[in-house]
């Protein structure tokens, strides 16, 4: 069985850090590119950040860049968002996602797999 599991949020003051966690199995980790997405309420789903499978190449969306960083450990089946400064505009669910490219990530195809997300509430 497929499963994506997302871990780590919580609340938090703002300019406080989270990270988080997203954890796979049930498919060939190595060969997937894993993405985060966020979503607030009444508001659409953003890629916030993306790591590619083969040389670990990263994205960031502008809204975030250089407060986030992305890792992954294939030894682990794990991919982490490490969120610094957080923000209350940073409040939302955050989900991760799997699929062969980054590109075909971002572009919510939709993914082969994803999860259920965890929320990350940042207070003022």
């Known amino acids: 069985e497929v499963q994506l599991v997302e871990s780590g949020g919580g609340l938090v003051q703002a300019g406080g850090s989270l990270r988080l966690s997203c954890a796979a199995s049930g498919f060939t980790f190595d060969d997937y590119a894993i993405g985060w997405f966020r979503q607030a309420p009444g508001k659409e789903r953003e890629g916030v950040s993306c790591?590619?499978?083969?040389?670990?190449?990263?994205y960031y969306a502008d809204s975030v860049k250089g407060r986030f960083t992305i890792s992954r450990d294939n030894a682990k089946y794990t991919v982490y968002l490490h969120m610094n400064s957080l923000k209350p505009e940073d409040t939302a669910l955050y989900y991760c996602?799997?699929?062969?490219?980054?590109?075909?990530?971002?572009?919510?195809?939709?993914?082969?797999?994803w999860g259920q997300g965890t929320q990350v509430t940042v207070s003022s």
């Open positions: 790591i590619s499978s083969s040389d670990g190449s990263t």
């Open positions: 996602a799997a699929d062969y490219r980054c590109q075909l990530l971002l572009a919510w195809g939709p993914p082969h797999y």
